[in-house]
């Protein structure tokens, strides 16, 4: 604290003096010009402001110069925000500039498929995003980090689960598909990446960039359907002295709320009023003595006993603890003009908020480049990466929901119940009992490498050749042990799984790169392609039992018995060996006319082993024009647009994310015994299905990028409407043909449709080092999907139009759609509605009556409530979503705020609907509601009811509107001044604190019912890790 | 020169992965995935035949099938666990979509396939010994005949596929009753025809199908038929003559009734030789059932289904192997319990069928007498335990006693009238005390059929004949068997003048009641309206006509989506 102080005053000293001292007719500047984040810039162009006199920085940044008092300096340098600086008049012997990448520079050059191209030059739909906004966020992981972060790009949590290690969907531009998949393909350093994104350490990580429409697509054919993105891992530059830096942090990981379940005298209401409801006629009222003594209620001694001494146990906070996460960073970097390279090493570690779950990285990252001689140059990356996930199936809500908060977890001697509790049905074991020692052991190894090289040769002036290698070896290795007495097993036995998965990719690549310009204006770059990719996943997973020492764990299957080798046949995690082939070849020309006029056209033809003879190869073209209108006379005279472009681009491209073997047919196995004789036998599961091929997806995409005032103010507007054909649909088909498994076919169609705008805007930018700057990303957009066609025979409709309704997919709605009864209210206790629930064929007497049930709408008019009554009643789609990052500094400080919103679509609670958190028999605890009674004739919750497992059709109190803002993270950084750093020996230390995950506002299903996340995808199917927020300070230091 | 060598190592390259690739790498060759031209060798033949007996699995020993042939009829109402079944209630909340249905029609369409594989493959197999072919075909149609006799007796009319199907197919249609049961029929015939005489004899192992099981299913195929609207009208003829064919030759195959009903269903005893036919299980749990053995699946969890709450309602119990995890899925109706098994003395079969005493075996909850001790009781012993482990901790004696008995009894003491559904005699048939935990599946086999069926059939069909005397003959040998070991024999008689359908269905429930037939027995006999009405107070109010039947699964009908809706509907109600 106190050397923080002392660096203050100095620094003030320092800006003062700048300012005050009066001195002679010029100053002598002596300085350093740094990236924002510390590294030294070499080569700035310094200018003084209205002459010719200049100078540039030497490698390590440094540069000297004379000005005239108060004179101005203009720094630039390409990439980054020009800066002005008024130098004032005395020497500045330690002067100290850090110039803001800008984002926003056209010449700036991106990745592509298969190559780069300069920001001006693309003609396609894509999205960057930087290595600064990935710093942003520190994250467990690439994909949290870039949340929010570009549009078009929805990323959220699967199923709302939040442990260590879980790894979010990724949707670019909606949903096209029902069963070929969604996810995009990951391309690392030029080479398709198979492994999990987990794996990417975000600090190795220089850009990442987001294909999204079929022109930028199309490189990557039958596979770039679902958008590709591109992650370019950091390299050493040219003449960059050797650079050692450290960043790290720790912090920790707090529950954003607990499940909001019924306290002791709730739950023991509840009770009463389900024994109550569910025995007509035995009881006068929920409080009638006898009700309370009598058997029916079901209270276990120690309830009794609870209720007298007043006991209400909170199991969820028993339950949860506060996590931990510490990550490290080392990395080194720098190079001549032959050679670079970049060397980083992880440490990252994240513990949850149950006990047991916990994710641990190690990262090693390398990367080289040689000349080796005037047209040969050499380069090689690699990634590994070593992972620990532990506990990640930990999941005791449905205990720790369940369980009566009327009675303790320990027995009456003080020690924990490893036993069902008292209680709730004698269903539920003390959720504590699996946090005992060794009694529940669940741990996965992940060692990941993956590697690239790549050979470029320049035989003539116009001409490239390079080949591109890549491997990937990924070995899992699983296991997971269950005592006895846990929460898994409640009794019986022990369990035990052990499952390798080892999983190897090798491509190959040959490119022809021909680059050329006739006569000045006519640009000319062809690239072409042979590729062939192989892929190999083996699977070898055994669950056995009754092992015979706890101590053994899941680590020796001899002590164990009842081995079992579970198979699905088109699952790769379970006892498969899974491999494919993918040959291609491509080729894309470029054309450019005057800088003006753009032209791209690309062809990529893939043949593919999962398809059967016959259908293995398709062509995939795409054609994209672009104007650089800016470059027209008529926008010369003008100031104010400084860039504006259009552009348009149509293609088809595929998605072949179809398992191995699923043309082929399968049987299944069922294990049977005759007396002593035991006997695997198999029966016909899928049937053969030859015809089964790639979908497609044709996009239109037209865009325009502008910019103001010298581009302080950019952005890009992109409209798309993409055409899914041949959509892969599973059909159920009827039980009685006999074929137990869906089959695949390609007969659907889909449409997705919508907007993406984004903003970039240096709102405030600062005059001199020191000041206020501002600036602000703000990214906006909607799709709009629908399914438009389904088998033509269908015969089944909803609302006039075909619908598939045991599959649940609707033409003219999105994908996932919800489709169930519509709840009206509630029966209530009146003459009216009971002969109106009796016309509609409802039982209204006895236990199973209806009334303060939910009241389901006869849709159809045929006098019954029945399965011609269901109804679209929600989409996961949502209306819009956006995202923003919001950047302020001044001084040494700087403050980052990265939030992103979706608004509209629905989600379905667990909480409420689907699970056992709210079956309202009383036999379990369950989430407070104000249920339905006589005295409490609410429209909105069921009755409790001990004659029934859950309320009839309980499913329809589970949607909710899924709308919020979520602040993603907050951080507040300070970086020291140089002189007090250089004066501990360091280049740059910056401090920082981040709130992670901190607020969700502006939540109906949060604010209102007391959920807990509103992010998830589409549905949840289990109530899970809850969300969590966390708190983390960090430290970056150069050296 | 050098632009030569340049090129030269460009031209390299390219070579270096063509090499590497070529269009060959893109056939598959499966190593992990089995493909159903496997099914055309003998060992696929074999398999397949295994895994059509597995499928029984997944109906006999289900929660599935129990619920729906035990519960909602006369024998058995909802026990306190079982409640959230709408199905036995016959209320507005059982549709065509519950869960308890659809398992067990695709489970039989699945099996059916298979079977209809070997069927169709068997005689085309290379490398397969003629006596062995002949005997696995038969076996096929016995398991084929059994999956339809399910489907028909549940849905009536339903989709007869003859014939293996290998293509994917959208559309079913719906054929009459009389041709299912003709193809039953000519199904079991032909079984009989190939398959090995009888359980009981050299290398029959056990859960294998028999000429004598598949005997005894044609002759209950018969009756069934003869009160259906397909009827034939030799269709009673044809189930004595097979029912009695069965009796008749029983000794020379070994077969017999036991002296003692008890034994029957003792556990350890399902090869015994009066049983027919058994779905298997085993103590090598990998190969019981579920995956998991947690009672799920296809695991046999008929051991759970009645237990009552002992360990929370019996002081002095807590849950152990012998008693049971209390599932209390159904509870016995008063009717049975106390009418058509008012008959406690002569007849044996009420205590060898229901547990009504419970051993304490938890010394903790050992109750104390109160003080002042209730009236009768010496006041000594007030603040003392009530008894001692081991003890009787409960009993149901059957008959009333008066509260002031109840309370100054040690033991808790049950008169018929304090029966609920958390706590009442236990259906003990299932008792499994070798499981490897209290809490886990069944390892016992379930009994399908037994010879006592067989003389109920015969005498069943006998009636209908009217040939009384060998009804009460028939009758009477399996009533004279429940009096062992202590009954009056002879007080067990019955004469021609008691022989009507109803007691034929009591002495059913006597025989057979918890066995996975009564619900078709009801609807069979035209019973079922009228002993709901009468005897269930869960389904008297809601039973309409539609529910002889049940209804469709609605994920057959969405599924249906070529070719005409699937339909009509069972029962033009059911929709």
Redesign the interface.
């Known amino acids: 604290m106190k050397s923080l102080v002392t660096a203050g005053l100095f620094f003030l000293t320092v800006f003062f003096s700048l300012t005050l001292s009066a001195q002679p007719s010029s100053v002598a500047v002596h300085g350093t010009i740094t990236s924002s984040g510390g590294e030294p810039l070499a080569g700035v162009s310094i200018l003084v402001k209205g002459t010719r006199t200049g100078t540039t920085t030497g490698a390590d940044g440094r540069f000297q110069l004379s000005v005239a008092r108060n004179g101005t300096l203009v720094f630039s340098y390409a990439g980054y925000v020009p800066k002005e600086v008024r130098v004032g008049t005395t020497d500045l012997p330690a002067f100290q500039l850090r110039l803001e990448e800008n984002r926003n520079d056209l010449d700036q050059v991106i990745v592509v498929g298969y190559g780069t191209r300069r920001k001006s030059e693309v003609t396609g739909s894509i999205a960057s995003v930087s290595e600064k906004a990935i710093q942003d966020v520190p994250s467990a992981n690439l994909s949290q980090a870039i949340q929010g972060q570009a549009a078009g790009i929805d990323i959220e949590k699967s199923k709302g689960n939040s442990h260590p290690g879980q790894s979010p969907n990724i949707l670019i531009r909606g949903t096209r598909s029902v069963k070929a998949g969604n996810d995009p393909l990951f391309v690392v350093d030029g080479i398709p990446f198979q492994g999990s994104i987990d794996d990417i350490n975000q600090d190795d990580v220089a850009s990442v960039e987001v294909l999204k429409d079929a022109s930028s697509t199309a490189i990557y054919g039958s596979r770039g359907a679902n958008g590709v993105i591109l992650v370019t891992t950091k390299r050493g530059r040219a003449g960059a002295k050797p650079r050692i830096s450290y960043s790290g942090y720790a912090g920790f990981t707090k529950w954003l709320g607990e499940y909001p379940m019924m306290n002791g005298p709730q739950y023991l209401q509840l009770k009463k009023w389900a024994t109550f409801i569910?025995n007509p006629g035995v009881y006068t009222g929920p409080d009638d003595p006898n009700l309370i003594n009598g058997?029916?209620i079901?209270l276990?001694p120690e309830e009794k006993q609870g209720i007298a001494n007043g006991r209400s146990t909170d199991w969820q906070k028993l339950v949860y603890k506060t996590g931990v996460s510490t990550n490290h960073q080392l990395g080194v970097s720098g190079g001549t003009d032959n050679t670079q390279y970049a060397l980083g090493a992880g440490y990252y570690d994240e513990k949850g908020v149950y006990p047991g779950q916990e994710f641990t990285r190690y990262s090693l990252k390398l990367s080289v480049d040689q000349r080796l001689n005037d047209?040969?140059k050499i380069g090689l990356s690699s990634l590994n990466s070593y992972t620990v996930t532990r506990g990640e199936n930990v999941n005791p809500m449905g205990q720790a929901l369940r369980a009566s908060p009327l009675v303790s977890p320990n027995d009456s001697t003080g020690k924990l119940i490893n036993n069902f509790l008292p209680g709730s049905?004698?269903q539920v074991w003390n959720p504590l009992a699996d946090f005992l020692p060794g009694n529940s052991v669940e741990k996965r190894n992940r060692l990941g490498t993956f590697s690239t090289v790549y050979?470029e040769?320049?035989?003539?002036k116009n001409l490239k050749?390079r080949?591109n290698g890549g491997a990937e070896i990924r070995n899992d290795v699983y296991g997971n042990f269950y005592g006895?007495y846990t929460t898994n097993n409640?009794?019986?036995?022990s369990?035990a799984e052990n499952a390798t998965t080892q999983t190897t990719s090798y491509t190959?690549?040959?490119m022809l790169i021909y680059d050329k310009t006739i006569a000045r204006r006519h640009k000319i770059n062809f690239t072409g392609l042979?590729s062939?990719q192989?892929y190999s996943v083996q699977n070898n997973t055994f669950?056995y039992?009754?092992v015979l020492s706890d101590q053994a764990q899941y680590f020796n299957p001899a002590l164990g018995?009842?081995?079992?080798a579970?198979?699905s046949?088109s699952d790769p995690n379970k006892?498969?060996?899974?491999p494919w082939?993918l040959?291609s070849y491509m080729g894309r020309l470029n054309y450019t006319f005057n800088d003006k006029y753009l032209l791209t056209i690309t062809m990529r033809s893939d043949?593919?082993?999962?398809l059967a003879?016959g259908n293995?190869y398709h062509v995939f073209p795409s054609a994209a024009l672009a104007w650089n209108a800016i470059k027209e006379k008529f926008l010369m005279n003008q100031t104010t647009l400084t860039n504006l472009r259009v552009r348009a681009s149509y293609g088809e491209v595929g998605n072949p994310a179809i398992n191995?073997?699923q043309?082929?047919?399968?049987?299944t196995?069922?294990?049977?015994?005759?007396?002593?004789?035991?006997?695997?036998?198999?029966?016909?599961?899928a049937?053969?299905?030859p015809n089964l091929n790639w979908e497609y997806t044709a996009t239109a995409n037209a865009g325009v990028d502008f910019g103001f005032l010298q581009n302080r103010v950019t952005g890009s507007i992109d409209v798309y409407h993409s055409y899914t054909r041949d959509m892969i649909m599973p059909?159920?088909?009827?039980?009685?043909?006999?074929?137990?498994s869906q089959?695949l076919?390609n007969i659907g169609k889909s449409e997705n449709k919508g907007i993406e705008l984004h903003l970039a805007a240096d709102i405030i930018q600062s005059h001199s080092n020191h000041g206020f700057s501002w600036s602000a990303d703000v990214n906006f957009y909607l799709n709009r999907g629908e399914i438009t066609q389904l088998?033509p025979?269908?015969?089944?409709t909803l609302d006039g139009k075909p619908a598939?309704?045991?599959n649940k997919w609707f033409v003219g709605r999105p994908i996932g759609s919800f489709y169930d009864y519509v709840r009206a209210g509630v029966w209530q206790a009146t003459a009216q509605d009971s002969a109106n629930a009796k016309a509609l064929?409802?039982?209204i007497?006895?236990?199973?009556s209806?009334i303060g049930q939910a009241r389901i709408l006869d849709r159809n008019h045929n006098g019954v409530?029945?399965?011609g009554d269901e109804a679209v009643v929600g989409t996961p789609q949502p209306r819009w979503e956006g995202g923003t990052t919001q950047r302020f500094a001044y001084r040494g400080f700087d403050l980052t705020v990265v939030a992103f919103a979706r608004v509209g679509g629905t989600i379905e609670s667990a909480l409420y609907g689907a699970g056992y958190a709210s079956t309202m028999?009383g036999?379990y605890n369950n989430v407070n509601i104000a249920y339905w009674t006589p005295k409490n004739p609410t429209n909105r919750w069921s009755a409790a009811n001990?004659?029934?497992?859950?309320p009839?059709y309980h499913s329809t109190f589970a949607y909710f509107d899924g709308s919020f803002l979520k602040i993603r993270s907050m951080t507040l950084g300070y970086t020291l001044p140089e002189p007090v750093v250089k004066g501990i020996g360091f280049k740059s230390i910056r401090l920082y604190a981040t709130a992670k995950d901190p607020f969700i506002l502006f939540s109906a299903y949060r604010d209102k019912y007391h959920g807990i996340d509103p992010e998830l995808t589409g549905t949840t199917d289990n109530l899970n890790t809850p969300a969590s927020w966390s708190m983390l300070f960090g430290l970056n230091v150069g050296f | 020169m050098k632009m030569q060598y340049r090129l030269h190592v460009l031209f390299s390259g390219f070579l270096l992965t063509l090499a590497l690739s070529c269009s060959k790498q893109l056939n598959e060759h499966p190593n992990s995935v089995v493909t159903p031209d496997f099914f055309s060798t003998a060992q696929g033949f074999q398999s397949g035949l295994d895994a059509a007996y597995g499928g029984m699995r997944n109906l006999w020993g289900t929660e599935n099938l129990f619920t729906i042939t035990c519960i909602g009829t006369d024998e058995f109402i909802t026990g306190n666990d079982g409640t959230g079944n709408n199905i036995n209630y016959y209320s507005s909340g059982y549709t065509p979509s519950d869960g308890k249905l659809s398992p067990i029609w695709n489970s039989c369409y699945t099996f059916i396939n298979d079977c209809n594989g070997l069927v169709d493959y068997g005689p085309k197999i290379a490398n397969l010994d003629s006596v062995k072919r002949k005997e696995m075909i038969a076996e096929a149609k016995f398991l084929r005949a059994n999956y339809y006799f399910v489907l028909v007796q549940f849905w009536g009319p339903v989709t007869l596929n003859k014939h293996f199907q290998s293509t994917p197919t959208t559309s079913a249609q719906r054929s009459p009753v009389s041709d299912v049961y003709d193809f039953i029929v000519q199904d079991l015939q032909d079984a009989i025809a190939g398959l090995p005489a009888s359980p009981v004899g050299s290398g029959v192992l056990p859960g294998k199908a028999t000429a004598a099981a598949a005997r005894h299913l044609l002759a209950k195929v018969y009756l069934t038929r003869a009160s259906s609207l397909a009827a034939h009208a030799d269709d009673y003829q044809n189930a004595f003559t097979m029912a009695s064919g069965l009796i008749t030759s029983s000794a020379s195959l070994g077969l017999g009734l036991l002296p003692d009903f008890g034994s029957v269903y003792q556990e350890g005893n399902e090869s015994n030789k009066e049983v027919l036919w058994t779905v298997q299980h085993t103590a090598s749990l990998a190969y019981n059932g579920s995956p998991t053995q947690n009672s799920s699946g296809n695991d046999n969890v008929l051991v759970h289904m009645w237990v009552p709450k002992y360990e929370t309602f019996v002081p002095g119990m807590q849950r152990d192997i012998l008693d049971g995890r209390p599932y209390i899925r159904a509870v016995p109706t008063r009717w049975l319990t106390d009418t058509v098994f008012k008959e406690k003395t002569n007849d044996m079969r009420y205590n060898k069928t229901f547990q009504t005493v419970w051993l304490c075996n938890n010394a903790a909850g050992i109750p104390k007498w109160p003080n002042p001790v209730p009236s009768g009781v010496d006041p000594s012993l007030a603040g003392k335990p009530k008894f001692a482990l081991g003890d009787t901790a409960c009993y149901m004696p059957g008959s009333d006693v008066s509260d002031v008995t109840i309370a100054a009894t040690r033991y808790l003491l049950m008169p018929p009238r304090k029966y609920n559904i958390q706590m009442g005699p236990y259906m003990k048939k299932y008792i499994d005390t070798r499981r490897s935990d209290m809490n886990a599946p069944s390892i016992r086999p379930v009994i399908v059929w037994t010879l006592s069926e067989t003389y109920l059939i015969a005498a069943e069909a006998a009636m209908h004949l009217n040939n009384l005397p060998a009804a009460v003959g028939y009758i009477n040998t399996i009533r004279e068997r429940a009096a062992y070991p202590s009954g009056n024999v002879a007080a067990m008689d019955i004469t021609a003048a008691q022989i009507t359908q109803d007691f034929i269905l009591d002495e059913r429930s006597r025989e057979l009641c918890g066995q996975m037939t009564r619900w078709w027995d009801l609807v069979r006999t035209h019973q079922l309206l009228p002993r709901v009405i009468a005897h269930s107070s869960d389904g008297r109010a809601n039973i309409v006509g539609k529910d002889t039947l049940r209804p469709i699964p609605t994920s057959q009908i969405q599924a249906v989506t070529s070719g005409p809706a699937y339909g009509p509907m069972s029962d033009p109600l059911w929709n």
């Open positions: 569910g058997s029916l079901a276990a047209f040969i049905a004698n050979v040769v320049s035989p003539m050749y080949f006895r409640l009794g019986v036995q369990t190959l690549e040959n042979y062939f192989k669950d039992a009754s018995a009842n081995f079992q579970t198979n046949t006892n498969n060996l899974m082939a040959i043949g593919s082993s999962k003879p293995k191995p073997y043309t082929l047919g399968s049987l196995a069922q294990t049977y015994n005759y007396g002593s004789t035991n006997t695997t036998g198999l029966y016909p599961n049937a053969p299905n059909v159920t088909l009827p039980a009685s043909s006999g074929i137990p089959i076919t088998l025979s269908i015969n089944t598939d309704l045991a064929g409802q039982t007497t006895g236990n199973k209806v409530i029945d399965a028999q036999n001990s004659a029934q497992t859950n009839p």
